[in-house]
């Protein structure tokens, strides 16, 4: 793959994780490292709460002056699985946690930390080399900091294809959130609506 379409790649996934956000993908990571190495962990976790939720049920239906064996054998039993699940929470927590600052560093590095290392890579070469007289004295600006003259650089072109990016971001989010806004303000036969008359006059 050319230099080129290297830089808008890395663009563009660092801008696609920014759009669905970190904290989701993170959810969507951990639910499937969960499925795949803590199965077990999660299944003990959810038969642990459905049997503690029976149990306090039974508790609160037994009478502690009238059977108070059944009553103390359902204490013990509530108290035992309530920090037995504690525990098992606690654990799944560090977990998670630990999880989470494993997969922040590895999308910086996908994302941020590669389109430094490219940059750097390749500072003093061209991305592309622009036709003489197209910028006039601003050429020098789109080689900055250290690619050949009459050139774009790394920095330039990443700097140009994020901006292109957000511009097309926000072009789909406004034709999504609201698709009619054109037809609205012309009416069928081409003339102004009436909101927009109002407003001329």
Not at 18 to 47: E, F, N
Not at 102 to 107: G, I, P, Q, T
Not at 141 to 169: D, M, T, Y
């Amino acid at each position: 793959m050319s230099l080129i379409l290297t830089i808008f790649a890395l663009v563009l996934f660092a801008e696609l994780i920014s759009w669905i956000g970190h904290s989701v993908l993170l959810d969507l990571a951990w639910g499937l490292c969960c499925r795949i190495l803590y199965s077990a962990s999660i299944t003990r976790q959810r038969k642990l709460k459905t049997e503690l939720l029976t149990t306090k049920k039974e508790l609160l239906q037994t009478s502690a002056q009238d059977q108070f064996a059944k009553w103390a054998k359902l204490r013990r039993s509530v108290d035992k699985r309530l920090a037995e699940l504690e525990k098992l929470n606690s654990e799944l927590a560090l977990q998670k946690t630990a999880f989470s600052v494993k997969f922040n560093s590895l999308v910086w590095i996908l994302t941020t930390g590669l389109q430094f290392v490219i940059g750097w890579w390749y500072r003093r070469s061209a991305v592309f080399y622009l036709p003489p007289g197209w910028f006039g004295p601003l050429t020098w600006w789109l080689a900055l900091p250290f690619a050949p003259k009459g050139s774009v650089s790394v920095g330039v072109w990443q700097l140009a294809c994020r901006r292109v990016i957000k511009v097309g971001e926000r072009t789909v989010k406004a034709f999504i959130m609201d698709p009619g806004a054109t037809e609205e303000r012309v009416g069928s036969d081409g003339s102004p609506t009436t909101s927009d008359t109002a407003k001329a006059s």
